[in-house]
Structures are given as C-alpha cells and as structure tokens.
C-alpha cells in the first residue's frame, strides 16, 4: 500500500483510486462490487474525518477517481464537511451525491463541505505546490525520523489503494518532489495509514526540528 503524505496546518490526505468510478450508477447495497472499490476510499475518508465524539477540522482529504473516461477529484474539507457517520454507507451516499453534480475543471459543490471537479493527481499536485509533499511507500525512510519542524507547515500525504501506483504517478510524485517516507515494511490498507498518521502527528513523536 502506498501513501503520499502533504503537510499544511491542515493535515491533507490524498488517495488515489485507480479503479473507483466516476459517476453515481452504482448500489449502496453493494458498494465494492458496483463502484470500482470506491468502499477503500470511504473507509480512507472515515479515518481521516472521524472522532469519537465529532470530526476533525484541520483536515482535508483529496479523492483521485480514475475509473471512467474522465478523471474526477472529490475533496472534503474538515470545517465545513456535513453528515458525515462513521458507516461506508453514509460515505459513499455522499459521495454518489457529489458524482451526480456536472463537474468542470473549477470546484462545484455538491454538500456542505464536498466538492467536485474533472482532474487527477497531477492537477491535485499543481494545488498543493507550495505544501510539503510526503509520500508513503514500504522502501521510504521510516516517518519518526522525520523532523517536527518539517511538519509544522502546509503538508499532504498521498495514498494508492489496494493496486499501487504507477509508473507515471511515481514520476508525477517524484517531479512535484515528494519525500518518500515509510510507515514500515508490511503492506497496510489505506484507511489503516491515515490513522498511524494522526496517531504519530497527534502524539508529536516526531524530532525536534
């Protein structure tokens, strides 16, 4: 599993779906068979977002779907996000709603705090330039040896699903000149990354910097 990792003060999740579809014609009643795994990405959303008892602010989360003829990104923002429960289906439900609003290359919203545009990774890197770009792969250098300092600014973390990426998206990382950090050698689900993120961040294992 590989993640890409971009620090703001808002900490920013990116995961890229190779598969996930890019319209609403799919069945809540059965999310995995139907929507390309968009399920990974709702549950990525659900680590991201949720609390015990609210959600986080100082998040956003950037959803790369890649499964139709045109690339679409949904992003969702912490302060404004609405209706968000801790099951994939809710998740999911709001981002049906999301594909279902025309997308063009500017952002449209669908709910409070969900947007929609056409565009991939590259187009969510050229957003995040000026933030510190960290991406999780299994050769990286181990995450607490990265300095508090380093991440006390504008940061993202990118994420793959279950595939991996690329070859072209490893280049597009590389050229955007993204740290390659790991959270260790084991393969880990997305949604399992982003919360040893929060966990790491949250704890502030990291060295003075």
């Known amino acids: 599993m590989y993640l890409l990792l971009v620090f703001r003060a808002m900490r920013n999740f990116i ?3 190779h598969k996930a579809t890019t319209t609403p014609n799919f069945s809540l009643e059965d999310i995995p068979g139907t929507s390309g795994r968009l399920d990974i ?38 302060e404004t996000l609405r209706h968000l429960n801790p099951d994939e289906r809710t998740t999911a439900a709001l981002l049906k709603k999301a594909l279902a609003v025309p997308a063009t290359p500017p952002w449209a919203m669908s709910t409070s705090g969900i947007f929609v545009r056409t565009g991939g990774l590259a187009e969510v890197l050229a957003d995040l330039k000026d ?11 181990d995450i607490r040896g990265l300095d508090a300092g380093s991440l006390s600014g504008e940061t993202a973390f ?3 699903d279950h595939t991996g990426m690329t070859p072209d998206e490893e ?39």
């Open 158 to 160: 990118i994420l793959g």
């Open 15 to 17: 995961v890229v779906g």
């Open 131 to 141: 933030a510190r770009l960290i991406y999780l792969r299994e050769d990286g250098a």
């Open 41 to 78: 990405l709702c549950r990525a959303v659900t680590a991201a977002f949720v609390l015990s008892h609210g959600i986080r602010k100082d998040v956003c989360v950037y959803l790369v779907l890649l499964g139709g003829e045109v690339p679409k990104t949904i992003r969702l923002v912490g």
């Open 171 to 209: 280049g597009l990382i590389e050229q955007a000149g993204a740290r390659v950090v790991s959270l260790g050698q084991t393969s880990l689900h997305a949604d399992h990354c982003v919360v040893l993120i929060h966990g790491l961040l949250d704890t502030n294992v990291f060295m003075p910097g």
